[in-house]
């Protein structure tokens, strides 16, 4: 008879955490941004990402399959909350944003395959840079749908965005460019 792994529910909490956001991110499709659903479930997308993270490491689970789960869970709510901000895009008003969170994506999506080319595998870096991005974009997303009701201030909160997310991205890239090896946990381009 084998012996189950008290811990192994409990391990595992990370990787439910990660698919738990691909699902409510998947849910956000269907919900309008100025409703308080698309908010609350905004919300929980927001809480499992840190939480995940937190989890693994505090409960010493972290692995390559949740640095995986991560990733694709960032990127599944990344994809549909462009999407949704796709759907309220006034051109040619918006023309600039369109083609600031274009160039970004553009630039996010070449460092994906890059990493895949240089080093073998599908992964999006963890640096502070990233995370750092990753809360503005967070933060900046309700505001500009929901709070900036002027052409000025989406203006400035969309700047601001796709500022953050452009230096991480670019230093994503010299990061790819120069490592000997992949880290997915590299703190940043000073890392050495």
Known sequence: MTRKDPNLGVNQLPNALSLTRVALSLALIWADPGTTAF?????????????????ARRLAATSALGARLDTLGDATFTLV???????????PTDLPLAIGVGAVALLRMMNFVATKLRFGEWNVMH??????????VFVAIPLWLWA???????????????????????????????????????????QV
Not at 39 to 55: E, K
Not at 127 to 134: D, P, R
Not at 162 to 183: H, K, V
């Open 148 to 190: 900036a009701s002027t052409v000025d201030a989406r203006a400035w909160i969309a700047g601001i965005t796709i500022a953050a997310t452009a230096l991480a991205s670019l230093e994503e890239s010299l990061i790819i460019a120069t490592a000997r090896a992949y880290d997915v946990n590299r703190r940043g381009l000073w």
């Open 39 to 55: 908010a609350i479930i905004y919300l929980f997308c927001g809480v499992t990402d840190i939480v995940d993270g937190w989890s």
């Open 127 to 136: 640096t502070f840079a990233n995370k750092a991005a990753g809360v503005v």
């Open 81 to 91: 909350v462009i999407g949704q901000m796709l759907t309220h895009i006034h051109l």
